[in-house]
């Protein structure tokens, strides 16, 4: 069997150490190299070619992330950033994800050895994952105009009109998840229907990553919180740990947040959203499923389906991995299997049309 060849990056002798030690404990994977710097392991990376790269979000000489934007310009390989459970490293993550880096493990701010040896499985899992990851190169983006951000400057959308007030949008994401539904979000007019969320995110980082786009978007993003109402032109992300589901409330829809076991090893999980918004909210529900490994929500996406919903499913070559959205498809979940980039206008075509607005009021 071809192992798969890892090159770890990290400016602590003590890290480089055990994940070397985790790493080359796994019948599956050998770590080829490890460097203290970013410069010490471009020479490494172009003498061994490795398939997968661990990088340390913050170093001396050059940090990780100027180091992970050089690296997926000139030579695209998958990345799993090695980030700190602090504001400031959820932060330095969502920018490393944005430049291409396949996912992140997040290691304790203390007692590093026990925890990082705790999160073994976790972080083997992710070199995996990322080692089958489609790698696109990643360009510098185009300078915004003054005042606005490059990424929120989508194509303007005209409003969608009445019927955005009875829709609730489902999504379901996991690997590549968080720049895919940013595609999707930062398309939405003002006017959308509700947004719900289910993204594979550990503890204290989705906070950070809900008001990263909500810089970006035209709809409000934020976390969502127990009990509150469910609004129009608003998005809801489950925070990390939780499960997010939906409830009704007299004429309103209300988010309910809560602790609870792991499903399909996922807190939060796809599953319980959307077996929820099957339940409660059926044909007035769209379920949205994007790039993912495993098939976390794929059951529950078929239920959402045969109860009224209409379904989007991301398509094989545009997932970072295509694990969630195949199982979608395989359960006979999907109505339509869209490229990522066509996925919010044909959902707002679809909700123009159903609204009884005319696509030529513009």
């Known amino acids: 069997m071809e192992k798969t060849r890892v090159v770890v990056v990290d400016d602590s002798a003590l890290v480089r150490s055990l994940l070397t030690e985790i790493i080359n404990r796994q019948p599956d994977m050998v770590c080829v190299g490890a460097a203290a710097d970013p410069l010490v392991a471009r020479e490494m990376i172009r003498e061994t070619n490795p398939d997968v790269i661990t990088l340390d979000v913050e170093m001396p000489r050059m940090d990780g992330i100027d180091f992970l934007s050089k690296l997926m310009r000139l030579r695209p390989m998958p990345v799993v950033m090695v980030s700190t459970l602090t504001e400031r490293g959820a932060e330095v993550t969502m920018r490393a994800l944005e430049l291409g880096a396949v996912d992140f493990v997040a290691k304790p701010k203390i007692g590093i050895a026990d925890g990082l040896r705790l999160l073994a499985e976790d972080i083997t899992d992710k070199v995996r994952i990322a080692s089958k990851a489609h790698i696109r190169k990643h360009h510098a983006p185009t300078p915004a105009a003054p005042g606005a951000p490059a990424a929120a400057r989508p194509v303007p959308v005209a409003a969608i009109g009445r019927l955005s007030t009875e829709k609730i949008i489902f999504i379901g994401a996991s690997t590549g998840g968080t720049e895919a539904t940013k595609e999707v979000l ?26 990263r786009l909500d810089g970006l978007c035209r709809i409000s993003v934020k976390e969502a919180q127990d009990g509150e109402r469910i609004l129009p032109g608003h998005a809801y992300i489950a925070p990390g740990g939780f499960h997010l589901s939906v409830e009704r409330s007299g004429a309103n829809y209300i988010a309910r947040v809560q602790d609870g076991e792991p499903v399909n090893r996922h807190k939060p ?5 959307f077996k929820s918004a099957a339940r409660v909210v059926g044909p007035n529900a769209v379920g949205i499923m994007l790039t993912g490994m495993g098939a976390d929500g794929a059951r529950a996406m078929k239920e959402l389906r045969d109860a009224g919903s209409y379904n989007y499913v991301q398509d094989e070559a545009s997932c970072v991995v295509f694990g969630m959205p195949r199982e979608a498809i395989n359960a006979g979940a999907a109505h339509e299997v869209l490229p990522l980039t066509q996925i919010a206008p044909k959902l707002i075509e679809r909700l123009r049309s159903t609204s009884g607005l005319s696509m030529n009021r513009v």
């Open 269 to 273: 999980s796809v599953e319980v959203l």
């Open 186 to 211: 930062v398309n939405l007019p003002p006017d959308s229907p509700a947004v719900v969320i289910t993204q594979h995110m550990p503890p204290g980082f989705t906070r950070s990553y809900a008001a």
